[in-house]
T-cell receptor
Framework: GAGVSQTPSNKVTEKGKYVELRCDPISGHTALYWYRQSLGQGPEFLIYFQGTGAADDSGLPNDRFFAVRPEGSVSTLKIQRTERGDSAVYLC?????????????FGNGTRLTVT | GENVEQHPSTLSVQEGDSAVIKCTYSDSASNYFPWYKQELGKGPQLIIDIRSNVGEKKDQRIAVTLNKTAKHFSLHITETQPEDSAVYFCAASISPGGGKLTFGQGTILTVHP
């Protein structure tokens, strides 16, 4: 079946602009996660949704970052006033239920480049 | 918060040899330890995981060991093949937020034919 889908696969934007990154989780998966991966590093947790609500947003770096999941399926990560330091691969993952008994399935990510 | 250290950063082996990657973690409350394989341009893919009530787990050529007292865990790949070449990440998590993982820095594994 289809895996986690992320669009766009690549996004180039100018410093100060607003961007939206989209994630389509695996059908039926209730938990959705956003991670950020800088070059040569492991992924870093940003935010976790259980259904429509953000259960843990402790990884969001500042208030320029915001994510929504209005219908409990597709999620959008929004970044305002982008900075060059925001350049990274943004990974989305979903799991059937929250918790370690339900492993994370990652998408291929959106590579964001801020010029 | 949790901190996960991973070594080595690069590992080069000949086809058929074994490869071992080691990780240490800081938070004794962590109880779930997955390993991910990431190929170029792809997202991480879970290859094996272990929970704190188990000391060792094996799946064909891949095994993971956990020492909770010492707070370290290791990935062992036997009979390596060129297609095992990728970046490998260890991670740790505190249940019940099992999806909130803290990752290590990654190991670039190269298997030479």
């Amino acid at each position: 079946g289809a895996g986690v889908s992320q669009t766009p696969s690549n996004k180039v934007t100018e410093k100060g602009k607003y961007v939206e990154l989209r994630c389509d989780p695996i059908s039926g998966h209730t938990a959705l996660y956003w991670y950020r991966q800088s070059l040569g590093q492991g992924p870093e947790f940003l935010i976790y949704f259980q259904g429509t609500g953000a259960a843990d947003d402790s990884g969001l770096p500042n208030d320029r970052f915001f994510a929504v999941r209005p219908e409990g399926s597709v999620s959008t990560l929004k970044i305002q006033r982008t900075e060059r330091g925001d350049s990274a691969v943004y990974l989305c993952a979903s799991s059937l239920t929250p918790g370690e008994s339900s492993p994370l399935h990652f998408g291929n990510g959106t590579r964001l480049t801020v010029t | 918060g949790e901190n996960v250290e991973q070594h080595p950063s690069t590992l080069s082996v000949q086809e058929g040899d074994s490869a071992v990657i080691k990780c240490t973690y800081s938070d004794s409350a962590s109880n779930y330890f997955p390993w991910y394989k990431q190929e170029l341009g792809k997202g991480p893919q879970l290859i094996i995981d272990i929970r704190s009530n188990v000391g060792e787990k094996k799946d064909q050529r891949i095994a993971v060991t956990l020492n909770k007292t010492a707070k370290h865990f290791s990935l062992h790949i036997t009979e390596t093949q060129p297609e095992d070449s990728a970046v490998y990440f260890c991670a740790a998590s505190i249940s019940p937020g099992g999806g909130k993982l803290t990752f290590g820095q990654g190991t670039i594994l190269t298997v030479h034919p």
